[in-house]
Nanobody
């Protein structure tokens, strides 16, 4: 089992920044991709960013709507993944979820992930 706990959400004005954290515990060696998704009220959960790695390399993926504004990173020593969000917009308002998966195939799909956190609310005011 893998447990994921997100933190760092909150209320911020448009143009501001937030950094989300996702701390993983349990069988963390079993997953090679970590992702962030978000879900706004009345909408489907959508892909935000992912970080996939192997023994020799890592690759990051971003949704078009956040590319250039959001950055995903990780600290392997702490088993923690971060999502730095800059230039936030009201349309970024959503519950943000961290996810972990064992396969790097299709990291933008929810089906690629086996474990999910409980989510953290991000609200961007105009």
């Amino acid at each position: 089992q893998v447990q994921l706990v997100e933190s760092g959400g909150g209320l911020v004005q448009a143009g501001g920044s937030l950094r989300l954290s996702c701390a993983a515990s349990g069988r963390t060696f079993s997953h090679s991709v970590m992702g962030w998704f978000r879900q706004a009220p009345g909408k489907e959960r959508e892909f935000v960013a992912a970080s996939a790695w192997s023994a020799s390399s890592s690759v990051t993926y971003y949704a078009g709507s956040v590319k250039g504004r959001f950055t995903i990173s990780r600290d392997n020593a702490k088993n923690t993944v971060y999502l730095q969000m800059n230039s936030l917009k009201p349309e970024d308002t959503a519950v943000y979820y961290c996810a972990a998966g064992a396969s790097v195939i299709s990291p933008s799909r929810t089906s690629a992930y086996d474990y999910w956190g409980q989510g953290t609310q991000v609200t961007v005011s105009s």
